[in-house]
């Protein structure tokens, strides 16, 4: 999976996607999502690394099904969070 953070003064937002997903873009539900490689494709890493990290963040955008699963299974989303847009599971978590 990837991952890519961006720190502001007020908050810390994850992009995290499964790899084979950079550079797709999926369409359903009326939404659209651009899996773009500026905005998600950062550091390659492992299922605890994306999990220590979403633990940190105050906001996330979580995109694919390894990485969905990940977030699930550390409690960062539930599974109520996450949506299917054109068949890839797609969540954002908030922290306030």
Do not use: W
């Given at each position: 999976?990837?991952?890519?953070?961006?720190?502001?003064?007020?908050?810390i937002l994850l992009a995290?996607?499964?790899?084979?997903?950079?550079?797709?873009?999926?369409?359903?539900?009326?939404?659209?999502?651009?899996?773009?490689?500026?905005?998600?494709?950062?550091?390659?890493?492992?299922?605890?690394?994306?999990?220590?990290?979403?633990m940190e963040v105050t906001?996330?955008?979580?995109?694919?099904?390894?990485?969905?699963?990940?977030?699930?299974?550390?409690g960062a989303i539930d599974?109520?969070?996450?949506?299917?847009?054109?068949?890839?599971?797609?969540?954002?978590?908030?922290?306030?």
């Amino acid at each position: 999976m990837y991952i890519k953070i961006y720190e502001s003064e007020l908050s810390i937002l994850l992009a995290v996607c499964d790899r084979e997903l950079i550079g797709k873009t999926v369409q359903g539900c009326g939404l659209k999502l651009e899996i773009s490689e500026d905005f998600y494709k950062g550091e390659l890493v492992d299922i605890p690394q994306v999990q220590a990290v979403l633990m940190e963040v105050t906001t996330a955008n979580i995109t694919g099904e390894r990485s969905i699963e990940a977030a699930i299974s550390c409690g960062a989303i539930d599974t109520d969070s996450v949506m299917d847009i054109g068949g890839v599971p797609h969540a954002q978590m908030f922290r306030v």
